[in-house]
């Protein structure tokens, strides 16, 4: 059974960091881009990064970048997200998910496009001003 399970979040006040974990299991994530999305209240869940299963090319949404850093261990089948410079905007639930070989910049900023199959039940993080 493919299955996903986020860790790493929790709270922290306004410039702290936090690093998120997202373990797979029940398939190899070698050939999947892999993406972090988030979930805000009364908001739609955004894309936030993605990296490719290729040539590790990454995306960033606008308001994260320069402080997140996405990266993956195919060795251990997980995928991280470094978070730094964290502000209350921040705040959210924070998914994982995967495609097979999808381009990282449709599949972070049009997720609409694709049927995600799977996702794990999320970390929350809070970011307090």
């Known amino acids: 059974q493919l299955q996903f399970v986020e860790s790493g979040g929790g709270l922290v006040q306004s410039g702290g960091s936090l690093r998120l974990s997202c373990a797979a299991s029940?398939?190899?994530?070698?050939?999947?881009?892999i993406g972090w999305f988030r979930q805000a209240p009364g908001k739609e869940r955004e894309g936030v990064s993605c990296?490719?299963?290729?040539?590790?090319?990454?995306y960033y949404a606008d308001s994260v970048k320069g402080r997140f850093t996405i990266s993956r261990d195919n060795v251990k089948n997980t995928a991280y997200l470094q978070m730094n410079s964290l502000k209350p905007e921040d705040t959210a639930v924070y998914y994982c998910?995967?495609?097979?070989?999808?381009?990282?910049?449709?599949?972070?900023?049009?997720?609409?496009?694709?049927?995600?199959?799977?996702w794990g039940r999320g970390t929350q993080v809070a970011v307090s001003s």
């Open positions: 998910t995967a495609l097979r070989r999808t381009p990282v910049h449709a599949m972070c900023q049009v997720p609409a496009l694709y049927e995600f199959d799977y």
């Open positions: 990296i490719s299963s290729s040539d590790g090319s990454t």
């Open positions: 029940g398939f190899s994530l070698d050939y999947y881009t």
